[in-house]
């Protein structure tokens, strides 16, 4: 409103200047002499003006007029275009300008403008990728989808742009929420240029979002063959959606294949712990428990992992604990001063009831370290070698408000997950998880645990038996906790 009114009085300005001008020149009683061969011509000051604004357009008719004839002679030289072309360079020139004040709104991030003159420029030039192309990208910036889509459909008819339109409706389709329409559409554009590396991202997002791991596996087999993804990453991500495509056919019933993808999986990413344990069910399934125990030793030769253990114990569900003991030995001489080992043979010896033997397997972890996991292992060795129920108690409480320890945590938004998934639950990342300690993984607990002083007496292990305990909680946690660990073990 302020720069309109501002137009208006400079419009105004404008006529009451040449209106004063004017009047000051017939006041003046000037005059103008011009001489022509032997004519001579005398003028006032606005018959002047007159004439040179006259002489200046016939001059510019003249000048049109030899064009015209140079454009007919060119034609009859044998130039079809010439005549044509003399008639539409004007109104190309100003099709060329409303095009370059679309670009220059565009940039400028004014999208309403930026319509508006590539709709003029559509009208004014014969260009209609171009323009097409202009009337889409700034009906999408200004939010105008209907406009948008109609003019992406435009561009599906020309092969240099059908690309870009499929991209456009791939676009539009995901602001209306429909991501079916829009993962078909990213697949065809990724038909028509395999290594367009946007639209493999996006295809692959599409796809693991809605669970079409086979299809997701072929999309990262494209991006890997056009360069955009080393050998390494790609077979971790291809073993990753192997695992997720196994566990989609063992929902729907389909064993065989999915022991087959479990294996595939394995035999991709070795190191990766979900798909170890998955091949060693499987195998193990098949009655080849032997293959099962490689697959799981070489996980373990990597990183020591508690699930990995879990599959390696149901290897041999019946065995005595001795017997356990002795082959669990060699998955714990691979890395016998981890915190992993250590923990699991204390409850390897907990469960054999050797609890002296246990303690020393579980050395300074509690101080070192003191994990839930550890001081609940140290509580049952305490309650196993007869020790009184206030000590137990102690441990346990202080297990209640300790790290939780090693978890599947996202490394990008640092989501802490139960149990290990290729996508993240939070950020919705894909293969983020990594097996490590959370940042900031204590503190009291939602139950109020601070409290517990005044109901467990001393959260540290008295050095002496003091006082009568009132209702003392009792000690079957402990014992749950161990019979918990045989059969983890």
């Known amino acids: 409103m302020f720069w309109t009114l501002i137009k208006i009085l400079l419009f105004v300005a404008v006529v009451l200047g040449l209106a004063y001008g004017a009047g000051q020149l017939m006041d003046s009683n000037q005059t103008v002499g011009l001489r022509i061969l032997d004519m001579e011509f005398v003028l006032g000051p606005i018959q002047a003006i007159i004439a040179l604004v006259a002489f200046t357009v016939a001059l510019w008719v003249v000048l049109k007029l030899l064009s015209l004839a140079l454009a007919v002679l060119r034609f009859m030289t044998g130039d079809e275009t010439a005549v044509r072309r003399f008639f539409m360079r004007n109104r190309e020139k100003r099709g060329l300008d409303a095009l370059l004040m679309a670009l220059i709104a565009q940039a400028e991030g004014d999208g309403k403008t930026a319509i508006v003159k590539a709709e003029k420029a559509h009208k004014l030039l014969n260009r209609p990728v171009m323009t097409n192309l202009l009337v889409a990208q700034a009906a999408e910036m200004k939010g105008n989808r209907t406009l948008a889509e109609e003019s992406y459909k435009a561009l599906l008819g020309d092969n240099r742009s059908r690309f870009v339109g499929v991209q456009g409706l791939m676009r539009a389709k995901l602001d209306q929420g ?3 329409k829009a993962r078909a559409l990213a697949a065809k554009a990724l038909e028509m240029q395999p290594a367009h590396e946007q639209t493999q991202n996006m295809l692959l997002q599409l796809q ?33 959606l192997a695992l997720q495509d196994a566990e989609g056919m063992a929902a729907k019933g389909d ?15 070795p190191d990766l712990i979900p798909a170890a344990v998955a091949a060693a069910q499987a195998l193990v399934a ?3 428990g032997s293959y099962a125990a490689k697959v799981i030793k070489k996980a373990w030769k990597v990183q020591p992992h508690p699930e990995l253990a879990a599959a390696f114990a149901a290897i041999e569900p019946e065995e005595t604990t001795t017997q ?15 915190d992993e080992t250590r923990l699991l043979r204390s409850e390897l010896l907990i469960v054999d009831e050797d609890f002296p033997a246990a303690r020393r397997a579980l050395g300074d972890l509690c ?10 292992i140290m509580a049952a060795i305490e309650r196993g070698e007869g020790a009184d129920d206030a000590v137990v108690r102690g441990w346990l409480a202080r297990a209640l408000t300790a790290r939780r320890g090693p978890q599947w945590i996202c490394a990008k938004c640092q989501h802490v997950h139960s149990t290990w998934q290729a996508i993240c639950e939070n950020c919705g990342a894909f293969d983020t998880l990594e097996w490590r300690d959370a940042p900031d993984s204590a503190g009291p607990s939602a139950t109020q645990t ?12 008295p050095a002496e038996e003091g006082g009568e305990i009132v209702d003392e909680p009792s000690a079957e ?13």
């Not at 809605?210 to 087999?221: F, H, I, N, P, V």
């Not at 064993?255 to 990413?269: F, K, P, Y």
């Not at 601070?450 to 292990?461: A, N, R």
């Open 178 to 180: 429909d991501k079916d």
């Open 477 to 489: 946690p402990v014992e749950d906790s161990a019979r918990a660990a045989q059969k983890t073990a």
């Open 255 to 269: 064993l065989g294949a999915a022991r087959a993808a479990a294996i595939e999986a394995n035999r991709l990413s």
């Open 367 to 376: 101080t070192r370290n003191p994990t839930v996991r550890a001081l609940t």
């Open 450 to 461: 601070e409290l517990l002083p005044l109901i467990v007496g001393s959260l540290t292990p």
């Open 286 to 288: 098949q009655g080849k």
């Open 324 to 338: 356990r003991r002795v082959r669990f030995e060699k998955l714990l001489r691979m890395h016998p001063e981890a």
């Open 208 to 240: 693991t979002e809605a669970e079409d791991w086979s299809g997701a596996r072929k999309t990262l087999m494209t991006k890997k063959s056009s360069g955009h993804l080393p050998r390494d990453v790609w077979r971790r991500r291809d073993a990753i």
